[in-house]
């Protein structure tokens, strides 16, 4: 019997409003060493100094001063297009070290959205053949890391992100856009949510679903 899982995302150190508004109040210290004004910054000045300067005026730069972390779990496949953008920092679960033989270390995969009852029958006969495969390979004493050749992109794996609040930015343009891949954007949509009730500002404009030629025009 196979163990199937869902993708899910935690956003590290970014509980709730009150922790995104810090990040936002430390970008407008950062962004005012320009003028030298950092004595201009009240508690509140941060919304009107991001609408202006950020929002109104595209200086996205300053928006690279802080950073979030994302721990995610997705099918394999689907870390292949995730780990495609650039500034960025990623730590991901290495199945060269990971033996899915021992205890607590079963093998888990991620179904796709298949239609039809069929479809799933003959996916999930294809993911118990792997995973035996596996077994009789690790039992015969090849090592993990030449034993996983026989695992499918849909294996769960799990992937600790770190980007700046810009690259986020436009991560999450490409990623929800109508155009992305139906299992990035399941992960991805509700992680723009999150982002939104999380950071006031940055991500407000960003919609869901909308063709990538709108998503990419919009300041990054």
């Not at 199937?4 to 150190?13: D, L, N, Y």
């Not at 929800?176 to 939104?196: D, Y």
Request: proline share 5%; with cysteine; hydrophobic share 40%.
């Amino acid at each position: 019997m196979i163990s199937i899982t869902t993708p899910s995302f935690e956003i590290r150190g970014l509980n709730g409003r009150e922790e995104g508004v810090a990040l936002l109040r430390n970008i407008e210290y950062y962004g005012r060493v320009s003028h030298d004004a950092q004595d201009k910054q009240t508690d509140t000045s941060w919304e009107k100094f991001l609408k202006t300067w950020v929002v109104e005026h595209g200086d996205w730069s300053i928006t690279e001063h802080e950073k979030v972390t994302v721990l995610a779990t997705m099918d394999r496949g689907i870390s292949h297009e995730w780990v495609r953008h650039r500034i960025g920092s990623y730590t991901q679960e290495s199945t060269r070290f990971v033996n899915y033989t021992k205890a607590g270390r079963q093998a888990m995969f991620v179904r796709p959205p298949l239609a039809k009852a069929a479809s799933v029958l003959v996916w999930e006969a294809a993911m118990a053949y792997a995973e035996e495969s596996y077994k009789s390979l690790i039992t015969l004493g090849e090592p993990p890391q030449i034993a996983r050749s026989v695992f499918p992109t849909a294996l769960k794996t799990t992937i600790a992100t770190t980007f700046n609040l810009r690259n986020w930015r436009h991560f999450l343009l490409m990623r929800t856009c109508r155009e992305a891949h139906p299992q990035i954007k399941e992960l991805c949509i509700p992680l723009l949510g999150a982002f939104q009730q999380r950071i006031p500002l940055l991500y407000d404009d960003i919609v869901p679903e909308e063709p990538q030629r709108v998503a990419a025009a919009k300041a990054r």
